[in-house]
């Protein structure tokens, strides 16, 4: 058994070490991307609503259109479908450099519904004490409605980080890398089923630890 998993690590440990990190890499680059463009959208989203500082019946209207739309195509259909547009935009579509646009499209609206929806539970008492105040609306939205939406925006970034997990994995049936092109290519393909094992349990292992994080960051946020 011992020689078994020696021989297995030998063969195979450096191309499932390549593979997770470049898993890592796509994670890391297109959930700060899609926060950079899904926080601001969840805020303006919440600030334009019917009966918030903003009211803008068209920019709320228009912005929940395409939030929903982008947000009803499961990832591997909108991942074909915008093949044009990613080659348009990063001159290739395979590799993670190719997979980086469709994921940030798939995550972000995620974001900002989620992002929407922990502001949304920001008790509005507060905030109008602050209006009260005179506080000017950019201030409450960074100093009030951030500030006291923290521990629920970092639920929130914990479970879209885990959705993006598992569309990296799919991203790798148009070999974007990763290991889910590493599971498909050879565990698939080749039927080496302990190829695709070892993918699904570093896969866990790393959906678990990123919930563990997530959940204690989370805790420790609404103590302070």
Known sequence: MLTSVSEFIDNWGAEIWVSF???LIMVGISLTISVIIGLPLGVLLTLTG??????????????????????????????????????????????????????????????????ESSLLEVNR????AYEAMGIKTRH??????????????????????????????????????????????YGHLRYQADIMYVTVIILIILVQAVQTIGNRVSAKLKKD
């Open 21 to 23: 990190l470049d898993t």
């Open 50 to 115: 019917p009966g918030k500082a903003l009211e803008n019946r068209v920019i709320y209207q228009a912005l929940n259109a395409i939030i929903n739309i982008l947000r009803s195509i499961p990832f591997i259909i909108l991942l074909f479908f915008i093949l044009p547009f990613t080659k348009f935009v990063v001159g290739t579509t395979i590799g993670v450099k190719g997979v980086i646009v469709p994921l940030v499209v798939f995550t972000a609206p995620y974001i900002a519904r989620l992002m």
């Open 125 to 128: 008492g507060i905030i109008e």
């Open 140 to 185: 409450i939205i960074w100093h009030v409605l951030i500030r006291e939406a923290r521990p629920s925006i970092v639920l929130g970034l914990t479970i879209a980080t885990i959705g993006l997990i598992g569309a990296t994995a799919m991203a790798g049936l148009v070999g974007a890398g990763g290991l889910g092109d590493l599971a498909y290519r």
